[in-house]
Structure formats: C-alpha cells, structure tokens
C-alpha cells in the first residue's frame, strides 16, 4: 500500500437465503461490520429469498443507482436446485471478472480442500457496479473480504486495484 489517501466506497451487502433474517444472518452481520470498519460506506443491507426473481429486481434496482459503487451478495452459490445466485449475476454481467472465483476458490481450498469445487463465486461489472458473490458461510465471507476485496476495494493497494478503475465503468 501506498500513502494515497483511502477512497471510501458505496457498498450494499444482499444476503440470499430461504432462512436468514436480519437477526440471523451472521454473514452479513460481518460483512457489516468489516466494510464499515475498513472506512466504507454501508448504503443498504437487504435479505431476498433464493428466487430468481427476487434477486434479479434487487440487483436491477442497486445497478441502476449511482450511490451504489460495489455489491457483495452472501448466499445461493452453491449447488443444489434452489442456488441461483451465480446464474442471476453472470445474466447482470457486462464484464465477468473470471480471476476473482479463482482465487477464492484456491483461498478456500486451504481451508475446506476439494470441498471448495462446490462453491461458485463470482465477479464481475454490471453498469458501473462491482459485485462479487459470495458463499453464504461466514467463513466463505471472512475468506473473500480478507484474501481478495478487502485489498481490492483500497485505492492504496498496488500495483492496482478496483476503486482506480470504478471511474472508467
């Protein structure tokens, strides 16, 4: 990291799940807590169910307002047949960003071994949003912000990072 100034950013947290509530979702509580510890702005916090329809609207809804710079979803990557989250994002996506599932996937494996083929988290930009979704465990959570976004979403890391390029979205 460099001695740039760090550039808070917008950010909504959707938790999927046919289960969670607000005072159950540990997910995103911790999501929560660690973009506004690190100096973001939390400008939403929605559960949906895991409904196609549902999430696409929300999506929709955050792409399309310009306070909104970066969305992380928790929820629904999985495989059975009620996890659509990847589905609904990669049909949000104007750019997928193929590296960000990767890396996840290989921080994971340290953890959880081969367990973590089951897991299909992705990236990309949608409009002039980021979004990254994420698994619904709060350890999958910890694994993405720590290991990837926490970095990512700081204009200090270097040689690059996300919120230098949000401007040319």
């Given at each position: 990291?460099?001695?740039?100034d760090?550039?808070?950013?917008?950010?909504?947290?959707?938790?999927?799940s046919d289960?969670?509530?607000?005072a159950?979702?540990?997910?995103?509580?911790?999501?929560?807590?660690?973009?506004?510890?690190?100096?973001?702005?939390?400008?939403?916090?929605?559960?949906?169910?895991?409904?196609?329809?549902?999430?696409?609207?929300?999506?929709?809804?955050?792409?399309?307002?310009?306070?909104?710079?970066?969305?992380?979803?928790?929820?629904?990557?999985?495989?059975?047949?009620?996890?659509?989250?990847?589905?609904?994002?990669?049909?949000?996506?104007?750019?997928?960003?193929?590296?960000?599932?990767?890396?996840?996937?290989?921080?994971?494996?340290?953890?959880?071994?081969?367990?973590?083929?089951q897991?299909?988290?992705?990236?990309g930009?949608?409009?002039?949003?980021?979004?990254?979704?994420?698994?619904?465990?709060?350890?999958?959570?910890?694994?993405?912000?720590?290991?990837?976004?926490?970095?990512?979403?700081?204009?200090?890391?270097?040689?690059?990072?996300?919120?230098?390029?949000?401007?040319?979205?």
């Amino acid at each position: 990291m460099d001695k740039q100034d760090f550039q808070p950013l917008a950010i909504a947290i959707l938790t999927i799940s046919d289960t969670r509530e607000l005072a159950t979702d540990k997910s995103g509580d911790w999501l929560q807590k660690e973009i506004t510890e690190a100096g973001h702005r939390l400008v939403a916090r929605e559960i949906v169910k895991d409904d196609k329809g549902e999430i696409l609207e929300k999506l929709k809804t955050w792409r399309e307002q310009k306070e909104v710079e970066v969305v992380i979803t928790t929820g629904g990557t999985g495989i059975t047949a009620r996890d659509v989250t990847p589905e609904v994002v990669a049909s949000l996506l104007d750019k997928e960003l193929s590296g960000f599932g990767e890396l996840f996937r290989q921080i994971s494996f340290e953890k959880i071994g081969a367990s973590t083929i089951q897991s299909r988290a992705i990236g990309g930009v949608m409009g002039r949003t980021l979004i990254f979704a994420l698994p619904g465990s709060p350890s999958a959570c910890k694994d993405a912000w720590q290991g990837i976004l926490k970095q990512q979403l700081d204009i200090r890391t270097k040689p690059c990072n996300f919120v230098e390029l949000l401007p040319r979205l």
